[in-house]
């Protein structure tokens, strides 16, 4: 099928934190909207049956509970309620986003998906009832090519946004289309939680996803596009992700991927917005990883202990480190119950820094979730106080095998080439209770070669 992102440069309020009226709440609104029917036409008419906007990207963002009052429509999430917003709009007040979102979808004849504010009245009878007696939710609607509201998703895992509430439960949201069966849908930062995300995909045996996202880019393992073609290589499934684009915010990064190809958009040095048209396979069955050439354990003998051990902090997190030295070697490096290793052969030797680093702990800024991760990171110098740094550009070119005794089976496969450009694998997956991931010559200079582990049950 053919698939198409947006990634949206939003125009945002002057002042998001001042108070006015819906009138120029919808203005403001009205002059992304038109974009995105810019947008909508031109995925058209390259045959595109799909369309996803980014998080955001309506009405923006460091709004508070009561300024972003004015933005947000109305919407009922019950899935019972049939509605056509772009041929039914007097069914219900304060819908005008819903109405211009559900026309681009029926004039065009494409299935759209979208983010908004959203409002719902609640009665102080309801234990989670606000005390101003609203909820305001950050909420995902799809729409199918009739114009008709298919689905709606309240963001579950907010990112310190404190106009909105988290819903009292998660929700679990599937659309369905002709061309590629069954969607899930989820928000930006839910895609590092158990709940609803990993679940959703679990319950229903999803393959395909669409994601729109607000992401601000951490190096050196948590890019937009790293983290978002992980995530459909681990699961197996194609992911439509449309982040927004604000590059001095460090937000860039969408694309398309399936599990073993990508199309991807990430540039920190131009203004506008970007679009993204692929046609991809529907996924039906499993890929079966591909398990040969599986690493020999280290030998416990060798010139690996020589190494110094040092540490520094990465993704604000304190990583164990050896440094990668010479054309190739054997390394292993431990922390907690994690141990990580790593057998590696430069092609050229080049003045770079590389390290071997481990982390097995609790992530606590930011959000708080417990990461396994054995990490190949370029450092930002020829010191060791600068690995974990964020690093960009790099020459080297390695063939690695790296592997882990993880204790999760949810293991996100990271490689990043220069220029914040991806590369896959040639092999990964389980191997006597190891997780690896190996390849032979990356396609350009190596940035981060990482398995990221996320072990739900210890958040």
Same mark, same amino acid.
């Given at each position: 099928y053919v698939a198409a992102v947006y990634e949206h440069e939003s125009i945002l309020s002057p002042n998001p934190t001042a108070l006015v009226d819906r009138q120029s709440a919808l203005e403001l609104m009205g002059r992304n909207l038109d974009i995105y029917e810019q947008q909508v036409v031109a995925a058209a008419s390259q045959g595109a049956q799909i369309i996803v906007f980014p998080e955001d990207g309506i009405h923006g963002f460091?709004?508070?509970?009561?300024?972003?009052?004015?933005?947000?429509?109305?919407?009922?999430?019950?899935?019972?309620?049939?509605?056509?917003p772009c041929r039914e709009p007097y069914l219900f007040n304060d819908t005008e986003v819903l109405q211009r979102l559900s026309c681009m979808a029926l004039k065009n004849k494409i299935f759209l998906v979208a983010n908004l504010g959203t409002k719902q009245p609640c009665?102080?009878?309801?234990?989670?009832?606000?005390?101003?007696?609203?909820?305001?939710?950050?909420?995902n609607v799809a729409f199918n090519d009739d114009g008709m509201l298919v689905a709606t998703y309240r963001k579950h895992n907010l990112y310190f946004e404190y106009a909105f509430d988290t819903p009292p439960e998660p929700d679990y949201t599937l659309f369905d289309t002709p061309f590629a069966g069954k969607f899930g849908m989820f928000t930006c930062f839910d895609i590092l939680f158990f709940e609803p995300a990993v679940n959703l995909i679990r319950k229903y045996n999803l393959k395909q996803v669409v994601y729109p996202t607000a992401w601000m880019n951490q190096l050196p393992l948590l890019s937009a596009v790293e983290i978002q073609q992980a995530f459909a290589t681990s699961f197996n499934i194609n992911i439509l992700a449309a982040n927004i684009h604000h590059p001095t915010l460090g937000m860039t990064g969408?694309?398309?991927?399936?599990?073993?190809?990508?199309?991807?958009?990430?540039?920190? /040095?131009? *203004?506008?917005?970007?679009?993204?048209?692929?046609?991809?396979? $529907?996924?039906? @069955?499993? &890929?079966?990883?591909n398990l040969e050439k599986t690493p020999s354990r280290v030998s416990e003998k060798g010139n690996e202990q020589l190494l110094p051990q040092f540490y520094a902090e990465?993704?604000?997190?304190?990583?164990?480190?050896?440094?990668?030295?010479?054309?190739?070697?054997?390394?292993?490096?431990?922390?907690?119950?994690?141990?990580?290793?790593?057998?590696?052969?430069?092609?050229?030797?080049?003045? /770079?820094? *590389?390290?071997?680093?481990?982390?097995?702990?609790?992530?606590? $800024?930011?959000? @708080?979730? &417990?990461?396994?991760?054995?990490?190949?990171?370029?450092?930002?110098?020829?010191?060791?106080s600068t690995c974990g740094q964020e690093v960009t550009d790099a020459t080297a070119l390695i063939d690695f095998q790296l592997?882990?005794?993880?204790?999760?089976?949810?293991?996100?496969?990271?490689?990043?080439?220069?220029?914040?450009?991806?590369?896959?694998?040639?092999?990964?997956?389980?191997?006597n209770n190891h997780y690896f991931i190996s390849k032979n010559r990356t396609s350009s200079g190596l940035l981060t070669a990482a398995l990221y582990g996320r072990w739900y049950e210890k958040d």
């Open positions: 460091n709004f508070t509970r009561s300024s972003i009052y004015p933005y947000l429509d109305f919407v009922l999430h019950s899935q019972s309620v049939e509605w056509n009665e102080h009878t309801d234990p989670h009832c606000p005390s101003d007696g609203r909820y305001q939710f950050n909420t969408s694309g398309i991927y399936t599990p073993v190809k990508s199309f991807i958009y990430h540039n920190m /040095e131009s *203004y506008g917005g970007k679009l993204i048209v692929a046609e991809i396979p $529907v996924i039906t @069955t499993d &890929y079966k990883t990465m993704m604000y997190d304190n990583f164990t480190f050896v440094p990668v030295w010479g054309e190739k070697g054997e390394l292993q490096v431990c922390a907690n119950s994690l141990c990580c290793y790593l057998n590696y052969q430069r092609a050229v030797l080049t003045d /770079e820094l *590389y390290a071997l680093g481990v982390f097995d702990g609790l992530h606590t $800024v930011h959000g @708080t979730y &417990y990461v396994q991760a054995c990490a190949l990171v370029k450092c930002g110098g020829l010191s060791f592997w882990g005794n993880m204790s999760t089976p949810y293991i996100f496969p990271l490689l990043l080439t220069s220029g914040i450009t991806l590369d896959f694998a040639d092999h990964m997956g389980w191997k």
